[in-house]
């Protein structure tokens, strides 16, 4: 896993698979790699961009409810996506002065479109995973996890498999996408400019998944 | 990143450091290498098992508290570590028949103990991350995370770092080691007999940390 280095700053109607086949260089794309690529650039491309002063007003825009509001003045809201996080996804770091990035509309649509791009520039079936930096329950710090995703499967299934004493696993459906954004961020950092990673040879499964295979509802969730 | 191929099944009394040191044969360690390793053979040679028609009563031995009792008769516990986790991580899948597991009494203290005695055998210093697979909420799909520590820092702290424009990051802490547990999952698998991984070169820092910094207090969590 490599972080991708030489991406210029995003604006608005950039082509994202261009810019990273470019940063790419002659090291190039194989079959079944994995591109991870952040929200924040993939929003900056698709225009989702406020002044920073609607900032609460675009966060409650964003919000399908407000679960929580912290002491400190943060939403922990649901998404229209379905996704749990601060201020749903409403951030200013990384953005220029004065205004505050969304998270993409449909962030597995925004991932199927730089799939299908990169597809088409390089010949090359890749995966694609749209990362965010979430907090969790339960949990201090944060993570990154997956919220837009092409071209693979969400999930490990072991549902059915058997362990080594040949009795069937139970209840084990890995979310292989989030553990694979969260490995992405640690290559990338914050602070460095990096937006995207390259990983090669992900033991996974190269199927149709999304991220809205990730979203536990209301109805499923204990914790809401 | 690669899992550690060769361990033998462990038994109560096994000497974990030297089975590591085995199975990694001549490639050896070095220094600031990171050892993921699951928590199901940490606990096999401390010896924590009971027999599996006591389940219900370990799972409530090993509950500070019980946050919700699902549908299908899981447990949502607190462990007494502070962890949140099914069954209070009492679990029988890869274990031998009649048994189930617990987790480690002290697992940030089981990693110090493996570190130390990596640092006796090898004269290397590593960083240990014991690792288990948890559920959560708002999101399906469990991803592993780290439920001990020892030679490194359980977070990357961005706060008071300076975005890309200058701009102080906020509320950033990195889960650093719970993304580095989740990496190290899709190279072991769980039906594969893999029960370790090494990385090298990971961009963290290798200081004093533990799992119990991750640990969020009911009092500081808004979903309990």
Same mark, same amino acid.
Request: proline share 2%.
């Given at each position: 896993?490599?972080?991708?280095?030489?991406?210029?700053?995003?604006?608005?109607? /950039?082509?994202?698979?261009?810019?990273?086949?470019?940063?790419?260089?002659?090291?190039?794309?194989?079959?079944?790699?994995?591109?991870?690529? %952040?929200? *924040? +650039?993939?929003?900056?491309?698709?225009?989702?961009?406020?002044?920073?002063?609607?900032?609460? =007003?675009?966060?409650?825009?964003? $919000? *399908?409810?407000?679960?929580?509001?912290?002491?400190?003045?943060?939403?922990? $809201?649901? %998404?229209?996506?379905?996704?749990?996080? =601060?201020?749903?996804? +409403?951030?200013?770091?990384?953005?220029?002065?004065?205004? +505050?990035?969304?998270?993409?509309?449909?962030? /597995?649509?925004?991932?199927? *479109?730089?799939?299908?791009?990169?597809?088409?520039?390089? #010949?090359?079936?890749?995966?694609?995973?749209?990362?965010? %930096?979430?907090?969790?329950?339960?949990?201090?710090?944060?993570?990154?996890?997956?919220?837009?995703?092409?071209?693979? /499967? =969400?999930?490990?299934?072991?549902?059915?498999?058997? /362990?080594?004493?040949?009795?069937?696993?139970?209840?084990?459906?890995?979310?292989? +996408?989030?553990?694979?954004?969260?490995?992405?961020?640690?290559?990338? #950092?914050?602070?460095?400019?990096?937006?995207?990673?390259?990983?090669?040879?992900?033991?996974?499964?190269?199927?149709?998944?999304?991220? $809205?295979?990730?979203?536990?509802?209301?109805?499923?969730?204990?914790?809401?």
């Amino acid at each position: 896993m490599v972080g991708i280095a030489g991406m210029p700053e995003v604006r608005l109607g /950039d082509d994202l698979a261009a810019l990273l086949v470019d940063a790419l260089g002659s090291s190039g794309l194989d079959d079944r790699d994995i591109i991870v690529i %952040t929200q *924040k +650039v993939v929003s900056k491309a698709e225009g989702r961009i406020r002044a920073a002063a609607e900032k609460e =007003a675009a966060v409650r825009a964003e $919000s *399908k409810r407000v679960l929580r509001r912290t002491r400190g003045g943060m939403f922990i $809201s649901e %998404t229209h996506h379905g996704f749990v996080c =601060a201020n749903a996804g +409403v951030d200013e770091s990384n953005v220029e002065e004065g205004a +505050v990035v969304l998270l993409p509309m449909d962030a /597995d649509a925004s991932a199927r *479109k730089i799939r299908a791009r990169l597809r088409h520039l390089t #010949g090359r079936d890749v995966a694609i995973i749209i990362s965010d %930096t979430f907090g969790r329950a339960w949990r201090l710090g944060q993570t990154d996890v997956a919220i837009g995703v092409a071209g693979m /499967d =969400a999930f490990i299934d072991y549902r059915g498999s058997l /362990d080594e004493q040949g009795r069937e696993l139970h209840a084990t459906r890995i979310a292989a +996408v989030d553990e694979l954004a969260g490995a992405a961020e640690l290559v990338m #950092g914050k602070a460095r400019g990096i937006c995207a990673a390259l990983i090669r040879g992900a033991p996974v499964t190269f199927g149709r998944g999304s991220a $809205s295979q990730l979203v536990r509802t209301p109805e499923e969730d204990l914790f809401r």
